[in-house]
């Protein structure tokens, strides 16, 4: 192990690219869109649509300060360096912590998945097993998991596209239905397009921020990346249409082959409509995929904490062993471990409460991805006005329609936060919240009293030497 050497730059475009999907198309999608669609009915299609874009903004704030400076742990060490120090700590605290949540959502939904196929099998068991395999990969180094979840990407790319024409196909031709077509009567039966009003669009808003959490992953990997200036900006602006075709497009498949009212929370909604419509083959396919979309999602989790840890240590801010990087892997190895550590705790959980881990993680980890982004746009403020309008002009990724952009999407993510008081499940966020930031702010206290302590006895021992 080495102290204080930097992290390789192994990541190539293509690799940017697939780590941008692995982090936001995952259990988001592929299990937590049922709780959307019982919220919002056929018009799911417009709460991911519309979600989708003020997360669009979100990322090319992340952006524009990304590609002005490629660092690793970006979001925190911007925090840190354009709002202040108590900023950075609080801002690279709380995206750890916010993907500890979601890493944890990934593991209970492995579970879930593989009792489709081994009902016996404990949900513990088969997190377990993905939480072990993931952290051996983090370990081996960048490259290789560039590599990993570049293929485990593709698979999911691939699978959701077939899924999508499959499904088309069934709905205009009849495939698998004896040539008979589906049709549309779905989206306006069963209470209409969108049954229960705009009540129920607004507050399926707050369980489509889960989905999207991940996709800040990309600020991430600058530090990583061979040519951060066109790879950042590239993979940020195919967000949009990935979000159009991944988010929008399955769902218009989901609630037009299937009643919105009769998709259930036992599985991922995927598998169980192709299985209920009678075919079987179809819904283990989709399993298998879905099972290697958390897997993947997962390892972008992992790999996403390792670096903000890495961030926050180089900072100050995470004790100084957390700096050490494997000399042959170049990967801060125990960065990865102490994060896996904590992830673990998921796995005992679910041993215990098989049922509830799921929602609780996901409750969590919504209002904390809420406070990631609201801190990321808060930070571009400040970024922009250290720049001043003469550096801004000459960005090279730019946020469209600044400052209007910025401010309308604060506004909508304070809407978030209020919406989640009206939604039972969510309201420990709440609770919680003011309780976890206390902690943060404790502990900078605590910190930053540490480090005057010891600037002081510095200088005193200085003082007696020159004397």
Known sequence: ???????????????????????????????????????????????????????YLVMRCMGEMTVHTPVSGAFSTFAYKYWGDMAGFISGWNYWFCYIAVSMAEITAVGIYVNYWFPDIPQWVSGFIMFVIITCINLIGVKTFGEIEFWGAIIKVIAVILMILFGLAIIFFGVGQGGESVGFANLTAEGGFLPNGLSGLLLSLVVVTFAFGGVELIGITAGEAENPDKTIPKAINQVLYRILIFYVGSMFVLVTLFPWNKIGLEGSPFVLIFDSLGIPAAAH?????VL???????????????????????????????RKVGKKTGVPTYCVLFSSAIVGISVILNAFLPGQVFGIVMSIAILAIIINWIMILITHNKFRKIIGPQDADRLLFKMPLYPISNYVTMGYLVILVVLMAFLPN??????????????????????????????????????????
């Open 1 to 55: 192990m080495g102290e204080n050497q930097e992290l390789k730059r192994n990541l190539k475009n293509r690799h940017i690219q697939l780590i941008a999907l692995g982090g936001a198309v995952g259990t988001g999608l592929f299990y937590g869109s049922a709780a959307t669609i019982e919220l919002v009915g056929p018009a799911v299609m417009l709460s991911y649509a519309l979600g989708g874009f003020f997360i």
């Open 285 to 289: 396919i989709l399993n298998f995929i």
């Open 292 to 322: 290697t979309a958390t897997f993947s999602a997962y390892n972008s989790c992992l790999y996403s904490n390792a670096r903000m840890l890495f961030g926050l240590a180089e900072q100050g801010n995470a004790p100084k062993f957390l």
């Open 426 to 467: 969510f309201r420990i966020s709440l609770y919680m919240a003011p309780i976890w930031l206390g902690i943060l702010f404790i502990a900078y206290k605590v910190k930053s009293s540490r480090m005057n302590t010891n600037h002081h006895s510095e200088n005193m021992e200085k003082i007696e030497e020159a004397n």
